[in-house]
């Protein structure tokens, strides 16, 4: 039994050597972000975000951040929160793979004084903060507007995103609401986008072997303007024949609506160009994480701040769609909302990533994770 | 026991050691893990974080648990996350306040994982269809329901039933989750030395010898289903507990964590060996690697590499011994060595070579050709009958799509990825194994070459060739793990998905650039002759593929391998060689479909080939391929996957909702499959 002994001694003596250590940083806030899956184009830009404002000049001395991944699981970002609190969280910034799973182990954390702050998705425990659009006025105001577009009678294709989330539940329902009131639309075919371009391809492939293109009027789709708009033009529609398209913040997709004119766009090519089309994009915008460090901060400095941040919902329609040349937030600011098709290679890329509140992230944090200046 | 008796019985002691070998090295694992955990971090272990802990992989090890059963008689159990998704959301929304009502909550738990285990039973057993195909569209069917009860996440569970799971069973000295394991352990253990158990094993080892030797082979699959389907309701209930609400997508990615376990446990794909022991160890071995990567403060776009890592160790570790193929491998090559020198090579031997004998099994060569392929129709069949009725079931609806080019054009160009897939996991699955690597070998290769490309033509020139070589080396690197480490391939395979991921996030910083070249454009989208470059490539690639597998040397081998590796050994066929070719043709192909994808799409997008893991097993089961190993046919495979996308094309039509689309392409798969099966005499 004496190598027990020995092995206990030795672990004791190094845990003792470890938690020695970090008192040097001691007088950050130690923060943790609990991403869900990273192998997505939205959350990789969404981290970049959440890393650039923790390393922005106003919170690199404040905060002390890790970011870590749980994978697609629910069970085990119930470990990781758990963990994080283990290790001395203060705050931890949480991007929730479902609202109501992590409930418990929330309402362990705020026992123990951690902040938890939920990012895009909600965190139905009411101990938790969240921060993140009003979903069903996405899906509302992107369907009012397509029927305003069409002059309330047509056929439409809708896709949605994955099914049994919350967030793809509550749009598809407030749309299909609107388009309930509108006598004249119906809704010829229902494709699952998963919030991805790629999908979208694939299912409008679909979809296109029953209803071609003459008996569609126009799109609602979460993800896949940009898809769409690029498959008409394969099939050899015009420019100002291009339908009706109600869909997603993409950078491609905020090229396309454009003026097919449109001075000074650099580094255009094939569907990734202006082209007119005539849309609506609406975003739930990737600094939402970048927003929650900032308020998570603010609450462990001893400052109030509500349950519920509530977004304000980036809509830009071919009217206010403006191109960005340099992508700081100044020029943001100034009300630019689309960015050069040289700097931005993946036209699915994200582009709503301004907000009055996030002096400290733009372009550069976005795609590189570095902060403003 | 005295020593007398001791020392005469040494020998059979020693052997039950080395029967426990496995989950006894699984447990040594996952406390070094532990140790290393709580090394790391601050302050002592103490009673609060062994309550979390045991809360934290309880679920995944209750469905283990139920997995492993399946898994020990030779099946193969796909419900098991769905089923925990069905039992969350009842609960969530039957469940009243009352002491009663939460009591009656558990039995309905189990209930419902009994009737899923019952329904897969009854076709796995019973009407002797292959178990994956029957749990795929259990799968599917279940996932529907689930969505029909609740299509988003809420509902609540009671605070009495949370309490009775997760808080302590004795304050202070037994955390309830721990309680919870307790219990279904000794209910193993009861039922491992029950008759039953017994026979488990032995329809698993040999379910022809079991039959043979009296044994009730049928009652012991079915109920070995049921039980699984009881864990899982047990599994459900303890999550609705864990998170005191319901999300109808909460078990989902449960599903491969689960099979993981049970392989990290020591039980073998194919049934016979293992336990559930060993599972409920490699389900908390996965969970504290979450714990490792925070400890150690690993980055984001590590974090998936260094998982792959540490489950790659965890099993090498376990493997390492004399008997393992590393050491085997040394031997050998020492072997051949000293043999060399001693010019006692085989090769240099003179043998005399008999002229293969004539087979007397086969039919005469006038016989009609359906009399000569019958054993082949009859799998191959099934898809082609179920994607015929589908196809008349769109000219029902739609009109004009069975005499429309332009249907049958997009029809193929939907296929062309599924029907590569179908070829690389195809190989994989005849020779016994599977390949998880898929998804992120199409996205890694995909991102790669679009950004190298940049929608240069001149540039696509050298970086598909590129790609294509990368994806094969990287398939090569999978069988050489298989072959040399003795690694389970779905371990190392999985391991492999995590390091591409890793390695694309970090190739593109997270934004994936690039674009595809006009070329790859044209491909999948332009027109040649009045049908899409790729139709005409896949007509070239479908005869190509039946070949390479029904006439050549290497397929020959393949279905060798698959049907027994020792005797393919014994024959002269080089397992390790054929098995590293298997493994890098798959790599080939995904990286094949990575290329024609981001054609598709125009651009690479992480996570885009997420939605072909499942689909790629799955054209190949429904198309008659044996998911053991040695039995299938490519033109099967086709089928499958004209059948799913003819499907899938259909579906995507209409306006129903996502729940019953999913429920009927979970019958459809079990009626096409279930019509033509093979009838007993």
């Given at each position: 039994?004496?190598?027990?002994?020995?092995?206990?001694?030795?672990?004791?003596?190094?845990?003792?050597?470890?938690?020695?250590?970090?008192?040097?940083?001691?007088?950050?806030?130690?923060?943790?972000?609990?991403?869900?899956?990273?192998?997505?184009?939205?959350?990789?830009?969404?981290?970049?975000?959440?890393?650039?404002?923790?390393?922005?000049?106003?919170?690199?001395?404040?905060?002390?951040?890790?970011?870590?991944?749980?994978?697609?699981?629910?069970?085990?970002?119930?470990?990781?929160?758990?963990?994080?609190?283990?290790?001395?969280?203060?705050?931890?910034?949480?991007?929730?793979?479902?609202?109501?799973?992590?409930?418990?182990?929330?309402?362990?954390?705020?026992?123990?004084?951690?902040?938890?702050?939920?990012?895009?998705?909600?965190?139905?425990?009411?101990?938790?903060?969240?921060?993140?659009?009003?979903?069903?006025?996405?899906?509302?105001?992107?369907?009012?507007?397509?029927?305003?577009?069409?002059?309330?009678?047509?056929?439409?294709?809708?896709?949605?995103?994955?099914?049994?989330?919350?967030?793809?539940?509550?749009?598809?329902?407030?749309?299909?609401?609107?388009?309930?009131?509108?006598?004249?639309?119906?809704?010829?075919?229902?494709?699952?986008?998963?919030?991805?371009?790629?999908?979208?391809?694939?299912?409008?492939?679909?979809?296109?072997?029953?209803?071609?293109?003459?008996?569609?009027?126009?799109?609602?789709?979460?993800?896949?303007?940009?898809?769409?708009?690029?498959?008409?033009?394969?099939?050899?529609?015009?420019?100002?024949?291009?339908?009706?398209?109600?869909?997603?913040?993409?950078?491609?997709?905020?090229?396309?609506?454009?003026?097919?004119?449109?001075?000074?766009?650099?580094?255009?090519?094939?569907?990734?160009?202006?082209?007119?089309?005539?849309?609506?994009?609406?975003?739930?915008?990737p600094y939402s994480g970048g927003l929650a460090l900032k308020l998570a901060v603010e609450k462990l400095e001893g400052r109030d701040i509500p349950k519920l941040t509530t977004l304000p919902l980036p809509v830009v329609t071919n009217e206010t769609v403006k191109l960005c040349q340099q992508g700081t937030w100044a020029e943001m600011q100034a009300g630019c909302n689309v960015f050069q098709p040289a700097t931005i290679g993946n036209p699915g890329w994200f582009a709503s990533i301004y907000s009055p509140q996030t002096p400290q992230i733009g372009l550069q944090a976005a795609l590189n994770g570095k902060p403003e200046q | 026991m005295s020593a007398s008796a001791v020392a005469g019985r040494a020998p059979p002691r020693r052997l039950r050691l080395g029967r426990h070998r496995g989950p006894l090295i699984a447990a040594a694992v996952f406390l070094a893990l532990l140790l290393t955990v709580d090394l790391i971090s601050p302050g002592p272990f103490s009673y609060f974080e062994f309550g979390f802990l045991s809360a934290g992989g309880a679920a995944l090890a209750l469905a283990a648990m139920g997995q492993t059963l399946v898994i020990l008689t030779g099946g193969f159990d796909l419900s098991a996350g769905a089923a925990v998704s069905l039992v969350n959301v009842v609960l969530a929304v039957t469940m009243g306040p009352s002491p009663l009502s939460q009591i009656a909550s558990f039995g309905v738990a189990l209930a419902i994982g009994a009737a899923i285990g019952a329904f897969n039973g009854l076709f796995v057993a019973v009407v002797r269809m292959q178990a994956i195909v029957v749990t795929l569209s259990a799968m599917f069917i279940v996932q529907g329901i689930t969505l029909l009860v609740m299509d988003k996440p809420g509902g609540s569970i009671a605070a009495g039933f949370v309490a009775t799971f997760t808080a302590d069973a004795i304050p202070g000295v037994l955390p309830a989750p721990v309680a919870v394991i307790l219990v279904a352990v000794a209910f193993w253990l009861l039922l491992k030395n029950s008759r039953f158990g017994v026979g488990l094993y032995a329809v698993g080892s040999d379910g022809e010898a079991a039959f043979a030797a009296g044994l009730a082979a049928r009652r012991i699959r079915f109920g070995a289903y049921v039980l699984a389907g009881m864990f899982y309701g047990a599994a459900g209930a303890f999550v609705s507990a864990q998170t005191g609400s319901a999300d109808p997508l909460v078990g989902r990615p449960m599903l491969l964590e689960v099979f993981t376990a049970v392989v990290l446990g020591g039980t073998r794909l194919g049934g016979g060996r293992g336990g559930a022991i060993g599972s409920v160890i490699g389900a908390y071995t996965l969970m504290i690697v979450v714990n490792i990567l925070l400890v150690l403060n690993v980055s984001a776009y590590f974090s998936s590499v260094a998982e792959g890592t540490i489950l790659l160790l965890a099993v090498l570790v376990a493997s390492l011994n004399r008997a393992s193929p590393v050491a085997a491998y040394v031997r050998l090559v020492r072997t051949r060595l000293s043999a060399r020198g001693g010019g006692k090579l085989p090769t240099r031997a003179t043998v005399r070579r008999a002229a293969p004998p004539s087979s007397p099994a086969r039919p005469p060569a006038g016989a009609h050709w359906f009399t000569r392929n019958r054993a082949a129709l009859r799998l191959v069949m099934p898809a082609y009958a179920g994607f015929a009725i589908v196809l008349a079931i769109s000219q029902v609806l739609y009109g004009g799509t069975l005499d429309n080019v332009g249907y049958y054009n997009s029809l193929l160009v939907l296929s062309s990825f599924l029907a590569v897939l179908a070829l690389g996991q195809g190989a994989v699955i005849l020779t016994g194994g599977l390949d998880l690597s898929v998804p992120w070998m199409i996205g890694f290769v995909g991102i790669l070459t679009a950004g190298l490309i940049h929608g240069a033509d001149a540039i696509a020139a050298w970086a598909i060739p590129l790609g294509l070589l990368i994806g094969l080396a990287l398939g090569i690197v999978n069988g050489l793990g298989i072959v040399l480490l003795g690694l389970p391939p779905i371990v190392m395979t999985l391991a492999m998905n995590g390091i591409l991921q890793g390695a694309a996030l970090l190739y593109c910083n997270g934004t994936p650039a690039g674009f595809a070249a006009p070329a790859q454009r044209w491909f999948m989208t332009g027109r040649l002759a009045g049908l899409t470059p790729v139709v005409w490539f896949l007509a070239l690639f479908v005869p190509a593929a039946a070949l390479l597998l029904g006439r050549t040397v290497f397929g020959r081998r393949i279905y060798a391998v698959g049907n027994n590796p020792l005797a393919a050994k014994l024959s002269a066929v080089p397992v390790g060689g054929t098995l590293i070719g298997v493994y890098g043709l798959s790599g080939l192909c995904s990286a094949l479909v990575g290329i024609l994808l981001s054609g598709f799409s125009g651009q690479a997008s992480l996570g885009m080939g997420d939605e072909y893991l499942l689909p790629s097993i799955a054209v190949v089961v429904v198309g008659g391929t044996l998911i053991t190993g040695g039995r299938g046919y490519y033109p099967g495979m086709l089928g499958g996957v004209l059948l799913l996308t003819a499907l899938s094309t259909l579906l995507a039509g209409t306006t129903l909702p996502d729940a019953v689309r999913d429920i009927i392409f979970g019958l459809v798969v079990l009626g096409a499959v279930l019509a033509l099966r093979e009838r007993r005499a």
């Open positions: 039994m004496k190598w027990i002994r020995t092995v206990c001694g030795l672990a004791a003596a190094l845990s003792l050597a470890t938690a020695a250590h970090p008192a040097a940083a001691e007088q950050k806030f130690k923060i943790f972000l609990s991403m869900s899956y990273i192998g997505n184009d939205w959350q990789a830009e969404a981290a970049n975000m959440v890393k650039a404002m923790a390393a922005s000049k106003d919170y690199r001395d404040k905060v002390d951040l890790q970011v870590q991944v749980a994978g697609p699981d629910a069970q085990r970002q119930i470990q990781q929160i758990n963990a994080m609190v283990q290790q001395g969280a203060q705050a931890i910034v949480v991007y929730p793979i479902s609202p109501t799973a992590l409930n418990q182990v929330v309402r362990n954390a705020c026992a123990r004084h951690v902040v938890i702050i939920a990012y895009d998705a909600e965190i139905t425990e009411p101990c938790a903060y969240n921060v993140h659009i009003d979903q069903p006025e996405a899906g509302r105001v992107t369907a009012e507007w397509l029927a305003k577009q069409l002059g309330g009678k047509g056929n439409i294709v809708v896709l949605t995103g994955v099914p049994g989330t919350s967030v793809d539940t509550q749009r598809t329902a407030a749309a299909k609401e609107v388009f309930a009131r509108n006598a004249g639309i119906h809704i010829v075919a229902e494709g699952v986008g998963m919030w991805s371009q790629a999908v979208a391809r694939t299912e409008i492939t679909k979809i296109l072997t029953t209803h071609p293109w003459n008996e569609i009027d126009g799109f609602w789709v979460q993800v896949g303007c940009y898809t769409i708009a690029a498959m008409e033009k394969e099939a050899g529609i015009a420019d100002d024949k291009l339908k009706p398209c109600a869909g997603e913040g993409a950078n491609g997709h905020r090229t396309q609506m454009l003026a097919a004119n449109a001075p000074g766009v650099q580094g255009a090519n094939g569907s990734y160009r202006p082209m007119g089309e005539p849309s609506i994009s609406y975003a739930s915008p | -």
